[in-house]
């Protein structure tokens, strides 16, 4: 029995192409890890700045509890920083710092694009009219 190849029309083509590159990229986002040299923003703010003491508390952390994530180490010594008074106060205080926020917003508004576009697309590929 033959095997009949349907042909794939191009804009099919593109959406699965533009999925991919966009799965990447929040893949890429959600691996995001802080390079060793560098200390974790938050970290830093729990230790009050101090590097040292920063890069002493994560390997403190990481030779206590072995074979957790980075995120998990930060919010362990943030915790127990907040814990015993010596974090920022009572509570978790909210600080919003500009080139945080404005990354995330970016990121939200091309996850939007993106998905916005790629309905669009489908629906084209699909065959259904647009109002």
Do not use: C, H
């Not at 593109?14 to 995001?32: D, H, R, T, Y």
């Not at 907040?82 to 600080?95: F, Q, T, V």
């Amino acid at each position: 029995m033959p095997v009949v190849i349907a042909a794939i029309s191009p804009k099919a083509v593109l959406a699965v192409l533009i999925a991919l590159g966009f799965a990447i990229v929040i893949i890429g986002l959600i691996k995001e890890q802080v390079a060793p040299g560098n200390i974790n923003p938050n970290l830093l703010r729990a230790a009050k700045g101090d590097r040292k003491l920063a890069a002493r508390l994560l390997e403190n952390a990481k030779f206590r509890y072995p074979g957790k994530s980075d995120r998990w180490y930060v919010e362990k010594i943030i915790y127990d920083q907040e814990r015993d008074g010596a974090g920022s106060g009572r509570g978790r205080k909210i600080e919003f710092n500009s080139r945080e926020t404005r990354d995330k917003l970016w990121t939200a508004t091309a996850f939007l694009a993106f998905f916005s576009m790629l309905t669009r697309v489908m629906g084209d590929v699909m065959g259904r009219d647009r109002v």
